[in-house]
């Protein structure tokens, strides 16, 4: 069975230092992936989303990038965190399969930048 | 305005009532997802539908593609249905990315 792992659950760092997030998916091969961040009292927001190794593309402008080093890794970084950089960042992936998929969601990383 | 709107925000009820939350999308779409967030921030999805009627449990969702309008019905509810409803509506563009409406928050009390 497929699952999705993201490492850290929980961070907390100060403006101006760096992130790294870390998400990685198990059981399925050249999924698509996707970085989502939820603010407080806020929906969900798409902020890059990968079809495959090396591509990434990204929906909104912002302090952040990512990357997909290998077929099921994708890490979301920054290199220095802003306090607005703070919510729930959710990584998910999908697999095309027809006219209808669904996406999997990871457990999720609460990030709070002081 | 939000191209995937939900309605109620929030929403409060007793054990055992039928609950009903609301999605409108404003954009053509080819499927509509419903998701649940708990209170650690999880989110599982429940449904998938782009025509008719899912059941799984308690929980229905419906669709009505010529009215862009979806519903998501809890039969019995119970507090362990305490949650977050997240809807998100799938562009009918050839994507695969989603657009989330804001999400209800309900707490179903004992």
């Known amino acids: 069975s497929q699952t999705i792992h993201q490492w850290p659950a929980t961070l907390v760092q100060p403006v101006g230092s760096p992130l790294s997030l870390e998400c990685t998916v198990e059981?399925?091969?050249?999924?698509?992936l996707y970085w989502y961040r939820q603010a407080a009292g806020r929906g969900l927001q798409l902020l890059f989303y990968?079809?495959?190794?090396?591509?990434i593309s990204s929906e909104v402008p912002q302090n952040l990038s990512a990357s997909r080093p290998q077929d099921r890794q994708f890490i979301l970084s920054s290199k220095k965190l802003l306090l607005s950089d703070s919510g729930f960042y959710l990584c998910?992936?999908?697999?095309?399969?027809?006219?209808?998929?669904?996406?999997?969601f990871g457990p999720g990383t609460r990030l709070t930048v002081l | 305005k939000n191209e995937v709107e939900q309605s109620p925000q929030n929403l409060t009820a007793q054990e055992g009532e039928f609950i009903t939350i609301n999605c409108s999308y404003s954009?053509?779409?080819?499927?509509l997802h419903w998701l649940q967030q708990h209170p650690g921030g999880g989110i599982v999805s429940l449904f998938m539908?782009?025509?008719g009627k899912k059941k799984h449990g308690r929980l229905i969702a419906t669709i009505n593609i010529q009215e862009k309008h979806s519903s998501l019905h809890i039969t019995a509810s119970h507090p362990r249905d305490s949650a977050v409803y997240i809807c998100?509506?799938?562009?009918?563009?050839?994507?695969?990315?989603?657009?989330f409406g804001t999400g209800t928050r309900l707490q179903v009390f004992p």
């Open positions: 998910a992936w999908s697999v095309w399969g027809g006219i209808s998929y669904e996406q999997f």
């Open positions: 059981g399925t091969s050249n999924p698509n």
């Open positions: 990968s079809v495959g190794i090396g591509q």
């Open positions: 954009v053509g779409i080819s499927a």
């Open positions: 539908l782009s025509s």
């Open positions: 998100a509506a799938r562009k009918g563009d050839n994507t695969d990315k989603l657009i």
